[in-house]
C-alpha cells in the first residue's frame, strides 16, 4: 500500500497557497485581531479519488443540521482559534483538510493534522450547502473583521441593506461593479450559532456578502482571491466615507444615474 501525501498535489497546493496568500492579507489589513475571521474552500475537484478517501485522523464530528447538499466533498477549513498571520505562513498547522460524511450529517478531519475547524463552521456548511443547491459555483467562504466596515453597522440607519449598499456603491464606481448584488445584513446573533448561521443563508439568495451586525463580513465566491477583493472594495468606499465625515462634511456620492449609468456598459444585474 502507498502512503498519500497531499503536498504531493501540486494542484492542491497552489490552492492552499492561495489561501494562505488571503490570510496574509487578512492580517496586514487589520482585519484579523488574535484569532478573527475563517476561510472554508471547497477542495473536493483538485483530489484524486484516493485522497478524497484518506482515513480519518480522529473519531467523526456530528453535525447539529445535515448538509445533504455536501456529501463525500471535502474542504480546507481554518481551524478554530487559529491568527491568520499563522495560517499565511502554516496552512496546515492552522487549518486541516475534512471529509463531509457520505450521509451529510458528520465529518471527518483527514489531513494533515487533527486540527479542530473554526467555531463557524455551521455558516460555513450552510452556506456550502445553499450556493450548491442554487446551482452557484461558490467554493470558497470567506469571514473577517473590517474595523471600517463592522463600524458602519454600529449606525442604525445603516442596518438595512438598501441603504447600507447605496452608501458604500456611491463611493467609487468599482464598488458597484464589484459587488454587483450590494450586501445583505444579519442583526446581530451570538457567533458560531446556527440561529447566525439560518440568517446568513437568508441573505445569500440575494447577495454575495453579507454583514453580520457588529461582528463582521461573508463573503461567497468562486476564488478566495475574488471574496478578499469584493471585501476590499467594500472597505475602500467605507473609508472614503469615514474619511469625508472625519473632514467635517456628508459624502455626495454618486448620484442614481451614475451608478445606473454602469449597469449597461458593465453587463450588471440590476439591483433590487
Ligand atoms: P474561530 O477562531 O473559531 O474561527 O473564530 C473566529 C471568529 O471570527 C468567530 O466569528
Ligand atoms: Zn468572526
Request: glycine share 8%; net charge negative; aromatic share 8%.
Amino acid at each position: 500500500m502507498t502512503t498519500i501525501t497531499i503536498r504531493n498535489n501540486t494542484r492542491l497546493m497552489a490552492e492552499i497557497d492561495r489561501i494562505a496568500e488571503v490570510a496574509g492579507y487578512l492580517w496586514t489589513k487589520g482585519w484579523a485581531e488574535r484569532n478573527g475571521g475563517n476561510i472554508s474552500v471547497n477542495v473536493s475537484s483538485f483530489l484524486t479519488d484516493d485522497e478524497r478517501e484518506l482515513p480519518s485522523l480522529c473519531p467523526s464530528v456530528p453535525l447539529a443540521e445535515e448538509v445533504t447538499e455536501l456529501c463525500g466533498h471535502v474542504f480546507y477549513v481554518t481551524g478554530t482559534g487559529k491568527r491568520m498571520r499563522y495560517v499565511a505562513k502554516d496552512p496546515f498547522a492552522n487549518g486541516s483538510l475534512i471529509r463531509i460524511a457520505a450521509d451529510g450529517k458528520s465529518y471527518d478531519i483527514i489531513a494533515e493534522q487533527a486540527i479542530a475547524p473554526t467555531s463557524e463552521l455551521p455558516s460555513h456548511l450552510l452556506m456550502h450547502n445553499f450556493v450548491r443547491r442554487s446551482g452557484r459555483d461558490n467554493r470558497v467562504v470567506l469571514h473577517t473583521h473590517p474595523t471600517d466596515l463592522i463600524g458602519m453597522t454600529h449606525c442604525k440607519p445603516f442596518l438595512n441593506s438598501e441603504v447600507l449598499t447605496r452608501t458604500l456603491w456611491s463611493m467609487i464606481p468599482e464598488c458597484r461593479i464589484i459587488v454587483p448584488k450590494g450586501v445583505g445584513i444579519v442583526p446581530y446573533e451570538i457567533p458560531g450559532t446556527l440561529a447566525l448561521a439560518h440568517a446568513t443563508i437568508e441573505q445569500l439568495a440575494h447577495h454575495d456578502v453579507v454583514f453580520w451586525e457588529k461582528h463582521g463580513i461573508l463573503a461567497v465566491g468562486e476564488d478566495v482571491i475574488e471574496c478578499f477583493d469584493a471585501i476590499d472594495t467594500l472597505s475602500k468606499s467605507a473609508q472614503i466615507y469615514f474619511n469625508a465625515r472625519m473632514a467635517g462634511f456628508e459624502p455626495e456620492g454618486m448620484t442614481d444615474e451614475q451608478l445606473d449609468g454602469l449597469v449597461e456598459p458593465f453587463g450588471l444585474e440590476i439591483y433590487g
